[in-house]
């Protein structure tokens, strides 16, 4: 089966930096994926990471390890724009993605 | 980029009717599709797989009965809800990958989602 567990919310200032962690069990893995959603809206893809490592794009940043289980999404230099849900997501050995309940990030001036 | 068209992005209707829903992969050929929904403040369910040409693979607990899924071609998948009851309003996503053995770096790119509510 598949399993996807990630904080429910999280609080950040606005120019800090934010780390959103989540933790899956899948069967079989084809990559982990970070979506940011906004409230009413379809899911808007951020990062993929399918072998061990960070993977840096702009002030955002995710990082895997297949040994653990686990992966983490890093916002860097945060906006107010910034909050909203972030999702992480596993390929297992199907084709579809399994999403985690999506963490709720609310960014304060 | 590539784009995902999903029509309409809104249906209020009453309950027994039937709603289509239209996926669209805009500048590349699909040939997976995926059906996600989402209820208020959960996570995104994958209800179905369409491949283009075959029949779709549901997942477990989703009536294909109730969910018809057709992708007859490689740049359209359609989801019908047949008689819709108001327990089926949700936000229902679609999104599209053309490699199905391609694992390799490319997200599966996502509709903008139709907000279905049946009275």
């Known amino acids: 089966g598949q399993n996807i567990d990630q904080p429910t919310e999280m609080t950040a200032t606005e120019g800090a930096i934010v780390q959103i962690n989540c933790t899956y069990q899948?069967?079989?893995?084809?990559?982990l994926f970070w979506y940011q959603q906004h409230a009413g809206e379809a899911p808007t893809f951020l990062s993929y990471n399918v072998l061990d490592g960070l993977e840096e794009k702009g002030r955002f940043s995710s990082f895997l390890s297949r040994s653990k289980g686990y992966s983490y999404l890093l916002l860097k230099e945060l906006q107010m724009k910034d909050s909203a849900s972030y999702l992480c997501?596993?390929?297992?050995?199907?084709?579809?993605?399994?999403f985690g309940k999506g963490t709720h990030l609310i960014i304060q001036p | 980029g590539a784009v995902v068209s999903q029509h309409p992005s809104r249906v209020i209707c009453k309950s027994g009717t039937s709603v289509k829903i239209e996926c669209r992969s805009l500048d590349f050929q699909a040939t997976t599709m995926f059906w996600y929904r989402q209820f208020p403040k959960q996570s995104l369910m994958l209800m179905a797989t369409?491949?283009?040409?075959?029949?779709?693979?549901?997942e477990q607990g989703v009536e294909k009965d109730k969910f018809l899924i057709n992708h007859a071609s490689l740049t359209l998948s359609t989801l019908t809800v047949t008689s819709a009851h108001p327990e089926d309003s949700s936000f229902y996503i679609c999104?599209?990958?053309?490699?199905?053995?391609?694992?390799?770096?490319?997200?599966?790119?996502f509709g903008d989602g139709t907000r279905l509510s049946i009275l």
């Open positions: 369409s491949n283009e040409g075959s029949k779709a693979t549901y």
């Open positions: 899948t069967s079989g893995f084809n990559g």
């Open positions: 997501a596993a390929r297992g050995g199907a084709d579809g993605l399994t």
């Open positions: 999104s599209a990958r053309s490699h199905p053995r391609d694992y390799s770096n490319q997200p599966q790119h």
